[in-house]
């Protein structure tokens, strides 16, 4: 009396984990294999990163600080794609956070310090949310497409500040930077500075945890999360389902520039304590790539700026090291976004993987299956 | 030597988490019309997925004229002599018939497009397909896109020809034609093999069918001694009722009521003109029309997707006229929308998250901003189990991997759970099977019997006689008239669609 119907055998897919680690290990590989082409022992390359990124407290600190502003742009770029939108503006937006931070540290010294922190790091975010709202803005009201306005935001902020600096907060002795914030001014604290000797570590890594639980909680569990998301998947049916469509993209916009603008905070004043006036912060860019390796996950963007930080802070002692050009680590670094961006490739080929083992087991059960009905 | 063509012998196929094919076995004659008669998802097309050697069986045997073959792509299936006519066709559209023919089949080095033409000349002549070859393919219509797609088969020598669901997107003539060119090619000694839910047509052209349901073979029926509710009741798995069983309406009170209404539509002309219509608590009204006759405009304006020119929308005596989309989905608007993929889900996300698309943001679904995922996966579960929405994981399966019919149920039981004052419903069961149909049917007026407004729109008279107390004929934009469905007939309601006013006999 045994049941006919026989347990159904499951095929795997391949998760965006696993997609992602492929990429990155596909990346290694292939830096590597640039590394041997140049007549360098890879493997030594490798222990110089990690050496670069974690011997000492101080390099753990430094690779901390680089991560710290790479995790908000992560953010921010992932938060808009989840509302199907790509924010490109993540420079600009980190820009005019950092702008406005300096600007409260030259003129407000005299504020105590906790009130004095929480004034830079709101406005900054505010100045970021303006910068990203305009092009949440004019894609809402006249379907200006946010790449095209954000990129071009980028270059209005770079030129605004670069009239803003000598007119407003001029270094006495070079006229291609910001006044040097003081130390006590910047997000750079006893605290960590302890742990972490003469490194750039400060609070920015403690706001960015904290950002990255608020934007899951926003994500997973809130009515504004499930909207971004519904507007992002369909905006069809979003719409339908009486969704403000318009309101939501103006709101995802702002929520991801404030996070650039919090990343610019934490960038020019705590990493750096300075603006260069003609120069473009690259974490903008960089940040699409973490996003992108993340899945547009916090957790998952956590862990891939991280691991950017690490080859970016690890590359100094590699060329040190082994006379390694740094521009190595950074066709690494692009080598591993051209496997993320690529990443469909990983999945079909672990989907391909599963499903055939998929069909050998149930090859071999439909074996054991015909010899039964041969004894019958 | 066997008098079968094609026999596919104890097939098996599983994908994850169903039973696509259980143990299915087909044999179809030399020259006969065969139908696959399923509903959605009963595996019909996984089987000739198998056949044309898109997917591979995990067991079972297939014999071309008598000889075991393994069908590892398409082309082996083109080399044994299958040709496969697919739901979508596969045409580029900015190419001629002939270079669409022979595309994937040029051979050497020069295109030789004049003898290419001239064969398909002669192909067209003799299976009277009426196809100039060198017409273009996004200049002719759908009907004869399709032809294209026979003739290619026939072009490439094939004798054992495969329509999925040919008729899904032709007009009433287009399919009269197809009937008789498959006529024509089962006497030139052609097989086919029709798949398809749409019973007229089995009994039409088909001599034999093969019921498959849930995977599994019911079993070969000779069609001219079968009678239609007979194979609906195999195919179903239980009697079919093709009328719907209503009372009489209790009407009540006026529901929605649309005032002088124009409506711009897509080219920025008045799709809607001057259009009058109300819809009272306990009634069905049904609007009949040819599809583009401004039943999308008018419903979008009423649902509040279309900005109104001029006239008024009220919905319970309220002005809704300028309202938003959610003011009156709170109001009491329900709307089955016409195109179920792109908005009536989020094809992308679970189930549970398109049950509460709309009311995501109220309680008990959540408070303060904070979605409540146990009260969203309870009242999911409830839509689930009362409209047997059937899906791999139930609630938690994407909404993009249910059977069109599951994602039309999943829809219709968001809408009616919901308990709207006035349900639309646009084309609720288009490309739906017979089972899901009458499930579609019975809850509308189930909707209608609980003291309800229904306004339903359809293109498919049948289902505007089944289902409306009152119907109203749309053409060009313009109410044409509403009658009393008892006091009218198809013939009546066909010519008011074609814009002819009937003459009033009896004035008052």
Not at chain 2, 462 to 487: K, M
């Amino acid at each position: 009396m045994k049941s006919k119907e026989p347990r159904l055998i499951r095929e795997h897919k391949a998760g965006s984990l696993l997609v992602s680690l492929s990429a990155v290990v596909a990346g290694i590989l292939a830096g590597c294999v640039l590394l041997l082409i140049i007549g360098h022992n890879p493997v030594q390359a490798i222990r110089d990163i990690v050496y670069g990124a974690f011997s000492g407290r101080r390099r753990i600190g430094q690779t901390i600080a680089v991560a710290t502003p790479l995790i908000f742009v992560g953010l921010s770029v992932g938060f808009a794609y989840k509302a199907g939108l790509f924010n490109i503006g993540g420079s600009g937006q980190m820009l005019v956070g950092g702008c406005v931070a300096s600007l409260w540290a030259y003129y407000g010294a005299d504020i105590p310090r906790p009130l004095y922190l929480c004034i830079i790091v709101v406005t900054g975010m505010l100045a970021g949310a303006v910068w990203g709202g305009i092009s949440g803005f004019l894609k809402a009201k006249f379907k200006v497409h946010e790449v095209v306005s954000s990129i071009m935001l980028n270059w209005s902020a770079l030129w605004f500040i670069y009239e803003i600096i000598p007119a407003f907060i001029p270094d006495p002795n070079v006229n291609s930077r910001s006044a040097t914030i003081p130390n006590e001014l910047t997000l750079r604290t006893e605290v960590l500075s302890q742990f972490f000797p003469r490194s750039y570590i400060n609070w920015g890594i403690v706001y960015a945890v904290i950002a990255i639980v608020v934007i899951k909680i926003i994500l997973d569990k809130t009515t504004l999360g499930f909207q971004l998301k519904a507007v992002g998947a369909n905006r069809d049916c979003a719409e339908y389902a009486g969704i403000k469509v318009d309101r939501n993209i103006v709101v995802s916009m702002v929520i991801a520039g404030a996070l650039a603008g919090l990343a610019g905070v934490t960038y020019y004043a705590g990493y750096s304590n300075m603006i260069y006036r003609n120069s473009m912060p690259s974490e903008g860019f960089d940040g699409i790539a973490v996003a992108l390796l993340g899945n547009s996950n916090p957790i998952g963007i956590f862990f891939s700026a991280l691991f950017f930080s690490i080859l970016k802070a690890g590359k100094g002692s590699l060329s040190a090291s082994s006379g390694i050009p740094p521009e190595i680590a950074d066709t690494i670094i692009a080598t591993i976004i051209y496997f993320t961006a690529t990443s469909v490739l990983f999945r079909n080929l672990w989907n391909r993987l599963f499903h055939s083992v998929y069909e050998r087991r149930l090859g071999k059960r439909a074996a054991v299956n015909g010899s039964e009905g041969g004894e019958k | 030597m066997s008098d079968y063509v094609i026999e596919m012998l104890g097939i098996r196929k599983e994908f994850p988490g169903i039973v696509a094919n259980d143990d299915i076995t087909l044999q179809v004659k030399e020259g006969e019309i065969h139908a696959i008669l399923g509903e959605n998802g009963a595996g019909k097309s996984t089987l000739m997925s198998i056949l044309f050697g898109l997917y591979h069986a995990d067991r079972g045997v297939i014999k071309v004229r008598g000889k075991e073959v393994r069908i590892n792509s398409p082309n082996d299936a083109n080399d044994l002599g299958i040709g496969m006519v697919h739901q979508h066709f596969q045409l580029v559209h900015n190419y001629t018939v002939t270079e669409n023919i022979i595309l994937g089949r040029e051979g050497g080095f020069v295109l030789d497009r004049k003898s290419a033409s001239k064969k398909i000349k002669e192909v067209s002549e003799r299976y009277q397909l009426n196809i100039d070859p060198d017409m273009v393919i996004e200049n002719i219509t759908v009907g004869m896109q399709q032809r294209v797609e026979i003739l290619k088969m026939l072009y490439r020598d094939a004798d054992i020809l495969i329509f999925d669901e040919p008729t899904a997107v032709l007009t009433p003539q287009e399919i009269d034609e197809l009937m008789e060119i498959m006529r024509s090619l089962a006497k030139e000694g052609k097989s086919i093999i029709l798949i398809t839910h749409k019973l007229a047509e089995i009994k039409a052209v088909a001599q034999r069918c093969t019921v498959i349901r849930r995977g599994k073979l019911i079993g070969v029926v000779d069609v001219a001694s079968t009678d239609v509710s007979e194979m609906a009741a195999m195919m179903v798995g239980r009697q079919v009722s093709f009328k719907v069983d209503k009372q009489p309406a209790v009407v009540g009170k006026p529901v929605l009521e649309v005032r002088s209404l124009n409506v711009l539509n897509n080219k920025k002309v008045l799709g809607v003109k001057d259009f009058s219509l109300t819809v009272h608590s306990g009634e069905i009204v049904g609007l009949a029309g040819v599809d583009g006759n401004g039943q999308s405009e008018l419903v979008e304006a009423i649902t509040g997707l279309r900005p109104v020119v001029s006239g008024s929308v009220h919905l319970l005596g309220k002005d809704i006229t300028n309202a938003s989309i959610k003011e009156r989905n709170e109001s009491g608007i329900g709307h089955i929308p016409e195109d179920r993929q792109k908005r009536g889900l989020i094809l992308s996300q679970p189930l549970y998250d398109n049950f509460v698309i709309k009311e995501f943001d109220k309680a008990p679904f959540s408070r303060y901003g904070f979605l409540d995922k146990g009260e969203i996966r309870k009242y999911s579960q409830k839509i689930v189990d009362g409209f047997d929405v059937r899906s791999g994981e139930g609630i938690d399966s994407l909404a993009g991997k249910l059977s069109g019919g599951n994602q039309q149920k999943a829809i219709i039981g968001r809408e009616v759970t919901a308990g709207p004052e006035l349900l639309i419903a646009v084309q609720p069961t288009r490309g739906l099977d017979v089972g899901a149909i009458e499930f579609i049917h019975k809850e509308l007026v189930r909707h209608r019997d609980s003291g309800k407004a229904v306004l339903l729109v359809s293109f498919e008279l049948d289902e505007i006689f089944n289902l409306s107390d009152r119907i109203a004929v749309i053409n060009a934009g313009s109410l044409i008239d509403i009658v009393e469905t008892s006091q009218t007939d198809e013939y009546a309601v066909g010519l008011m669609m074609a814009g002819i006013r009937k003459e009033k006999k009896d004035e008052k």
